[in-house]
């Protein structure tokens, strides 16, 4: 299995509209790098291992959201051209540039993402058993680790749940106090030739 890696690689160039005397330019506001994350890798060249590098040109209006995407440089992909350019057009938030009164004005910010696929590591062999109580309102208490081996220890922090559940009813409907408990193991196993 091959997991998507995402990265934003640069920050080329950020510019008012039009050749003026600006006293400020455009800015990202928040990690741009999260703004296109593995999760949006188009699943047929996920599958296909098809990777690229898109430059795109976003036009921003005075108040600093995204209007139009162009490619500048194709990835070879038009899938992956189209992801990029969607997903910074839903996503991208910009402090606009400003003029020489200080007053927004439109803006262009370039940019290119690299879609890379990396390899997935093997988990090692392990086990883990945890287990918690859901509680009659959903809440949840007493989460402990009972076991943990191996690759089981790196995850042992991350099992306990964090979010409330649906409340578990009995027979009769009402709701009751139960334990839940999970184990896993990762095993491996050499094949014959």
């Not at 997991?3 to 050749?19: G, H």
């Not at 945890?130 to 995850?155: I, P, W, Y």
Request: charged share 25%; glycine share 8%.
């Amino acid at each position: 299995m091959r997991i998507a890696n995402l990265f934003v690689l640069s920050l080329l160039m950020a510019c008012p509209a039009a050749a003026q005397d600006y006293s400020a330019a455009v800015a990202p506001l928040g990690n741009a790098g999260t703004w296109v994350t593995h999760e949006d890798y188009p699943a047929v060249e996920l599958r296909a291992e098809i990777e690229g590098l898109v430059g795109l040109e976003l036009a921003l209006d005075a108040t600093g959201r995204p209007t139009a995407c162009s490619i500048t440089e194709t990835s070879g992909s038009s899938a992956l051209d189209e992801a990029a350019c969607a997903k910074l057009m839903e996503r991208g938030r910009f402090r606009p540039a400003t003029d020489a009164s200080g007053e927004p004005v439109a803006g262009t910010f370039s940019t290119s993402i690299r879609w890379r696929i990396q390899p997935t590591e093997v988990p090692e062999p392990g086990a883990m058993a945890f287990s918690f109580v859901v509680e009659r309102d959903g809440s949840v208490t007493g989460c402990q680790v009972e076991r943990a081996e191996g690759s089981g220890e790196k995850l042992a922090e991350q099992m306990c749940p964090t979010e409330t559940f649906e409340p578990i009813f009995d027979d009769r409907g009402d709701p009751v106090r139960t334990l839940i408990r999970s184990e896993f193991s990762v095993t491996h196993e050499h094949l014959p030739e």
